[in-house]
């Protein structure tokens, strides 16, 4: 058997264009037009990558693209100040701070300053909190993003599945393990002091890859017919110094074994630049129209 390839980057599309008609009939009924301010802290090249598909896709959907690139010795307090004048800016309706940032910059500290009304990373407490007890407020992107993927292969209803989700991080793993319960699916979550990790993999309908491990996943630890949804962006050296985009997730093995897999590229990726420009109207929506 050999897995349908999930096509995020045909899904992303679609979900960008209800985000641009969105931003469209917002600005068209107040004159409005969302705004996005994304803040980068050194140079990390991957992240540069991400900040220049971002800023392209932002403009593309009919919204006001911010770019803060501030270099690597940047002070926390600096930082802070500008998320501040962020807060503050009446074009600016969502913020995003690259992680991760700098070593000598508290990055609980920045968060904690976004405020959470523009908060369309979904990582303040305030944010986070509500996701937790089920009340709305802004989610983390890439969550967001799998969850679309997922029902994209099994249907709408992924209620009784078995997921499995490797990593907890507040960006990605415990979000996306949130979001799978709400669905009603029984969720495990797996880190770095799982035992026995490939056992659990094998258990899983849904299997969530957020690790940073390249390949790490391998196709034997795959329930046959299970849907994967590789989180993972690793950049890994290539025979004449070139490099190579590759998931958590050994692909050409998993797709052997797997009902249906995302890519990477073209998987969870794309679709979490579209759940961000989503999350950016939605966010306008709410400031232009509070309460509505
Ligand atoms: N496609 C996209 O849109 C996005 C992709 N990413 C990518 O997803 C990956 C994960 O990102 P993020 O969550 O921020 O990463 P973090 O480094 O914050 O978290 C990684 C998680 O993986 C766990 N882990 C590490 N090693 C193992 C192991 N050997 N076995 C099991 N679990 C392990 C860690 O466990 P512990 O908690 O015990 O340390 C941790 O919970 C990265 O490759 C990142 O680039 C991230 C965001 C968006
Ligand atoms: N506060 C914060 N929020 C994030 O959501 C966040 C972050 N920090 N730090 C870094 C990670 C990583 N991440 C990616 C998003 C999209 C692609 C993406 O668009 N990938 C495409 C293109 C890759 C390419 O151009 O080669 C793809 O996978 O097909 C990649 C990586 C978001 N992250
Ligand atoms: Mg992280």
């Known amino acids: 058997m050999s897995a349908t390839i999930i096509d995020?980057?045909?899904?992303?599309?679609?979900?960008?264009g209800e985000a641009a008609d969105r931003a469209a009939a917002l600005e068209a009924a107040t004159g409005v037009k969302p705004g996005l301010a994304v803040v980068l802290v050194g140079n990390d090249p991957a992240s540069e990558v991400y900040v220049r598909n971002k800023a392209r896709l932002t403009v593309a959907a009919g919204m006001a693209s911010f770019e803060h690139k501030l270099r690597a010795n940047t002070s926390e307090a600096d930082l802070i100040a500008l998320v501040e004048r962020l807060n503050a800016d009446p074009l600016v309706h969502g913020i995003l701070v690259?992680?991760?940032?700098?070593?000598?910059?508290?990055?609980?500290?920045?968060?904690?300053?976004?405020?959470?009304?523009?908060?369309?990373?979904?990582?303040?407490?305030?944010?986070?909190?509500?996701?937790?007890?089920?009340?709305?407020?802004?989610?983390?992107?890439?969550?967001?993003?799998?969850?679309?993927?997922?029902?994209?292969?099994?249907?709408?209803?992924?209620?009784?599945?078995?997921?499995?989700?490797?990593?907890?991080?507040?960006?990605v793993g415990k979000p996306v393990a949130l979001l799978l319960q709400a669905e009603s699916c029984t969720v495990t979550m797996a880190h770095s002091k799982t035992h026995d990790l490939a056992g659990h993999c094998r258990r899983?309908?849904?299997?969530?890859?957020?690790?940073?491990?390249?390949?790490?996943?391998?196709?034997?630890?795959?329930?046959?017919?299970?849907?994967?949804?590789?989180?993972?962006?690793?950049?890994?050296?290539?025979?004449?110094?070139?490099?190579?985009?590759?998931?958590?997730?050994?692909?050409?093995?998993?797709?052997?074994?797997?009902?249906?897999?995302?890519?990477?590229?073209?998987?969870?990726?794309?679709?979490?630049?579209?759940?961000?420009?989503?999350?950016?109207?939605?966010?306008?929506?709410?400031?232009?129209?509070?309460?509505?």
Request: proline share 8%.
């Open 8 to 16: 995020g980057k045909a899904i992303a599309e679609t979900v960008r």
């Open 98 to 171: 690259q992680m991760p940032l700098p070593g000598h910059i508290d990055s609980d500290r920045v968060v904690l300053a976004i405020d959470p009304a523009k908060d369309v990373d979904g990582l303040t407490p305030a944010n986070a909190g509500r996701l937790v007890l089920g009340r709305g407020g802004l989610v983390p992107c890439t969550p967001q993003g799998c969850i679309i993927l997922a029902k994209h292969a099994l249907g709408p209803d992924l209620a009784g599945k078995e997921a499995l989700v490797i990593g907890r991080s507040i960006l």
């Open 204 to 292: 899983a309908d849904i299997l969530v890859a957020a690790v940073g491990r390249p390949e790490m996943v391998k196709g034997d630890w795959i329930k046959p017919g299970a849907v994967v949804i590789d989180v993972g962006i690793n950049r890994i050296a290539q025979e004449g110094g070139k490099t190579r985009l590759v998931g958590d997730v050994a692909y050409e093995e998993a797709r052997e074994v797997a009902g249906a897999i995302t890519p990477v590229p073209g998987g969870v990726g794309p679709m979490t630049i579209a759940c961000l420009l989503q999350n950016t109207v939605t966010a306008a929506e709410a400031q232009v129209r509070p309460g509505a």
